[in-house]
């Protein structure tokens, strides 16, 4: 069994800026949730973009099934942090789920049967094949929220990365989408940005902090340590919320 | 009327305004919804440079263009991407170099430069055949180029990054669709010239996308707009006689006013009653 992520000792910078610093992570299982929590400007979203091969480290190695990013395209997914769409786009729900396929249809090919089932599957799956028809600018930002999701599930990834996906959903939608996620994890492995800290203590199997540098022991529990190095603050000022079963146990307190 | 038709030049036009609006209708709809405006403009102004080369040279000036322009798209394409100068103001920079260019060039040309006009304000009335040779292989390419990459080029427009993640070379297709937008301006020199191009490449466009939230219709909307538009233009230009390119371009902002203007009033009567 291939590993879903290798990545040794990953450096990246823009300018004379360094935004990570000896990244290394290794995710053997093929299925649960990884939760990254970390400061803004930690460079939570560079990371990401490491492992789609949108940014190029100048040192270290990248492995996602054993291969370079650009060559596994077709197994992984994408869900981008919300930023500011043209919603004016003359752009149906439908013809954007549809665009998560292009790495199996190919090339100067035009959209499958099998590319169109997959795209209705996706749909339903985050239920909102009703609207598929819409204008995207028609949409309320949650259900553009699922559309984008939807999109990255069309390319039935093995690995699905998800950049702050709760932003701009209502408290019922965020648990309708960490249930979903909770679904989607026992099939394929999710890797979920988030600044949701009590969603994190719930519903992810492991958790790592990324603040330039990444702090990660394949378990669900963050070391108070962790916790403030990444944060840079006293542990009681993050972890407010946090439920106890998740935060180890500082050393020294009972 | 009808008997103007029998005319080779009034036919010519005819064809040429077809040809033009099939060209501006399908990429205008890019250039507005990928919001490439500018750079479009600037790619249109720079190829100036190549009518200079033409006349220069010897040559019809067109084949000076064609080359020219797609040269200019490509260094613009690769410059604005590449380098650290804001897009902007490296379009702004390429966009008068070209220009000075075709000045120099024009200047250094012996004798009298004849049809200089018509490069820069068009002339649709006096389009000779073999332009309308070139302007019909042009419009082929474009329309199989887009034909061909139709789901590609949605999705580059619409969401660059993602379309990177699924695997499709979006530079590489970017450069490819200023290429073609290259093309579309070479094909619309002759009926507006290169200082009102880039209303052809705008108004019929935005105009389609008041009627429609599909990116195919709004390309086959814009091109009837573009046909009736122009062949009201050339009526106009011909009874009142004059130009032609900035009737056509008048024409088009008079469309474009009393129907943007017409259907926001129409919105917002809706909106107040429910
Ligand atoms: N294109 C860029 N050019 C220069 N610096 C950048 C660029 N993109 C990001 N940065 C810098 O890299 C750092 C990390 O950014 P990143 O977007 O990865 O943070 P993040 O952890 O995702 O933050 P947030 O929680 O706000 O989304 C920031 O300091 C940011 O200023
Ligand atoms: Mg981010």
Redesign the interface.
């Known amino acids: 069994m291939e590993k879903v992520i290798e990545l040794e000792d990953v450096w990246v910078r823009y300018g004379n800026q360094t935004i990570l610093e000896a990244v290394s992570l290794e995710l053997k299982e093929p299925n649960g949730l990884l939760g990254i929590i970390g400061p803004n400007g930690g460079g939570k979203t560079t990371f990401l973009k490491v492992l789609?091969?949108?940014l190029k480290p100048y040192k270290g190695s990248v492995k996602l099934f054993g291969k370079p990013p650009?060559k596994s395209?077709?197994l992984?997914g994408?869900v981008?942090q919300y930023k500011g769409?043209?919603f004016d786009?003359?752009?149906?729900v439908w013809?954007?789920v549809?665009?998560?396929r292009?790495?199996h249809?190919g090339?100067?090919k035009?959209?499958s049967d099998e590319d169109k089932k997959a795209a209705e599957e996706a749909l339903k799956t985050v239920e909102m094949f009703d609207l598929k028809d819409r204008?995207i600018g028609q949409l309320s930002g949650g259900q553009r929220q699922r559309v984008f999701i939807a999109?990255a599930l069309a390319?039935n990834p093995k690995l699905l990365l998800l950049d702050e996906p709760n932003t701009g959903l209502d408290p019922h939608m965020q648990d309708e989408l960490y249930r979903l996620l909770d679904r989607l994890k026992q099939e394929m492995a999710v890797i979920m940005v988030t600044h949701d800290l009590s969603a994190v203590s719930v519903y992810v199997d492991r958790i790592a902090c990324l603040n330039r540098t990444l702090h990660y022991h394949n378990s669900r529990e963050i070391s108070v340590e962790d916790l403030e190095a990444t944060y840079q603050c006293p542990v009681e000022l993050i972890a407010h919320g946090v439920p106890h079963r998740v935060l180890e146990r500082h050393k020294g307190s009972s | 009327m009808f008997d103007l038709l029998q005319y080779t030049f009034i036919q010519n036009a005819l064809i040429a305004a077809i040809l033009a609006s099939v060209a501006c209708g399908i990429i205008g709809a890019y250039v507005v919804?990928k919001?490439i405006v500018f750079i479009s403009g600037g790619i249109a102004h720079a190829s100036f440079g190549g009518v200079g080369l033409g006349y220069y040279l010897g040559i019809n000036p067109m084949f000076g263009v064609l080359p020219f322009s797609l040269l200019s798209a490509l260094v613009m394409g690769i410059v604005s991407k590449k380098s650290k100068i804001p897009e902007d103001s490296a379009i702004g920079i390429l966009w008068s170099l070209g220009m000075a260019l075709g000045v120099i060039f024009v200047y250094l040309t012996p004798g009298y430069a004849p049809d200089l006009m018509t490069y820069l304000f068009g002339n649709i009335l006096t389009v000779p055949r073999l332009d309308l040779y070139l302007m019909l292989v042009l419009d082929i390419v474009i329309v199989g180029a887009v034909y061909?990459?139709y789901?590609?080029f949605?999705?580059l427009?619409?969401?660059e990054?993602?379309?990177?993640?699924?695997?499709?070379p979006t530079e590489k297709l970017y450069l490819l669709l200023l290429c073609i937008i290259a093309l579309t301006i070479v094909v619309l020199i002759k009926v507006v010239g290169i200082i009102l191009v880039i209303a052809l490449l705008t108004i019929p466009a935005t105009l389609s996308?008041k009627f429609?939230?599909?990116?195919k219709r709004?390309m086959l909307i814009s091109t009837v707009f573009g046909i009736a538009i122009s062949v009201t233009g050339i009526g106009l230009s011909y009874a009142l006689d004059v130009p032609s390119g900035a009737t056509i371009i008048l024409v088009l902002s008079f469309v474009y006013g009393f129907v943007a203007v017409g259907m926001d009033i129409l919105e917002s009567r809706h909106v107040s009653k429910s």
């Open positions: 789609l091969g949108l650009e395209r077709d992984v994408y981008p769409f043209d786009f003359p752009i149906s013809e954007v549809l665009t998560g292009m790495s249809t090339f100067l035009k959209y204008q999109r390319t | 919804v919001k061909l990459f789901k590609e949605l999705s427009c619409f969401d990054e993602f379309t990177t993640v699924q695997g499709v996308r429609t939230n599909n990116l709004m």
